[in-house]
């Protein structure tokens, strides 16, 4: 690859965490559990496990490789990858408030959970956002309080102040995709499948002609705190949304009932508040916003590339 640095486990554990090599990296490597990348993780929609089985060109690894990149350049990353015959999976993208410097090695990690083949971790974006507090440190000691009936000392043990430190975590955006190597043979079904799912979700009549009122009332309605277009935050990103829903004629009534009354389990664990004050006009417009929100820079929008 021309600007494509994929690198074997030793040279891109370095590059995760800055630091040698060791046993203990590499205990975690095999048996951490991937945490917020894993936490974040949003499967492609088509891409099922039979689908990935059908796809992959060998069994996966023990350890899948790296590639790192900026997080604006990862378009350019991704179309590259998919000109070498690598599929996107899946992505995680996150935010974290973290004291010291920002790791990606659980990106590593969930990448061998998932019997990823490479792993595209984007540099930890600062956000210019910090949080601080103190913390009360104590130590348990033993203090005398008297003797027994045989003239013996009497301890107890006590936690006794020590200090108070503050701290402070700086913001982070992260983020990570996950590929597998495809067959050749597949990559030209890939590429069809591709022209079918670029169509637009909604049909014409079913999305607002002011694609911008659709964005100022989301912004309006604080659903941004909530969500982003090209990442998870506390909820799944836009572009997430449009391709879960894609071709569904169903959706954006589904997705008006959600915002009107709330939902809970439709992505984990999650809980959206309902918004009953939005009127239904205004709503269709919030819906057909969010299903235009397609991943221009997906894999699976740069298939005529592979094919």
């Known amino acids: 690859m021309n ?7 030793l040279a891109c554990v370095v590059a995760l965490t800055g630091c040698a090599t060791g046993q203990g990296l590499w205990d975690y490597l095999l048996h951490g559990n991937g945490g917020n990348y894993k ?7 088509e891409m099922t ?4 089985a059908e796809l992959r060109a060998a069994p996966p690894t023990e350890m899948p490789l790296i590639q790192r990149t900026q997080m604006n350049e990862r378009g350019a ?22 004291e010291y410097s920002p790791e990606t090695k659980d990106a590593l990690v969930h990448a061998r959970l998932i019997g990823a083949d490479l792993a595209l971790v984007a540099e930890p974006q600062y956000l210019n956002k910090t949080y601080s507090w103190t913390e009360d440190v104590y130590e348990d000691e033993q203090v005398y309080v008297g003797n027994d009936k045989d003239g ?33 043979d597949k990559l030209g079904s890939l590429a069809a499948a591709s022209t079918t799912q670029s169509a637009p979700p909604l049909s014409p009549s079913a999305l607002p002609a ?4 659709g964005e100022e009332l989301v912004a309006k309605n604080i659903c941004n705190a909530c969500h982003a277009v090209d ?16 071709g569904n004629a169903t959706a954006p009534a589904q997705m008006a009932e959600r915002i009107k009354k709330g939902s809970s389990g439709v992505w984990g664990a999650v809980t959206m508040p309902p918004q009953p004050n939005i009127s239904d006009e205004d709503i269709k417009a919030m819906v057909g916003y969010v299903m235009s929100q397609k991943k221009q ?4 929008r740069y298939k005529a590339r592979i094919g």
Request: net charge neutral; glycine share 6%.
């Open 39 to 45: 936490k974040y993780y949003y499967p492609m929609p």
């Open 77 to 98: 990353a991704t179309v590259e990858l998919a000109e070498h015959g690598f599929v996107e999976i899946g992505s995680s993208f996150f935010e974290q408030c973290t």
């Open 152 to 184: 013996k000392p009497i301890y107890e043990t006590r936690s006794v102040y020590v200090r108070t430190d503050n701290h402070t975590c700086y913001y982070y955006d992260y983020g990570a995709e996950f590929f597998i190597k495809a067959k050749p």
């Open 297 to 300: 820079w997906s894999l699976f």
């Open 3 to 9: 600007n494509v640095k994929v690198f074997l486990l």
């Open 231 to 246: 990442k998870a935050r506390i909820g799944p990103s836009y572009q997430d949304i449009a391709a879960k829903y894609a």
């Open 210 to 213: 002011d694609a911008g009122h």
């Open 49 to 52: 496990p039979e689908r990935i």
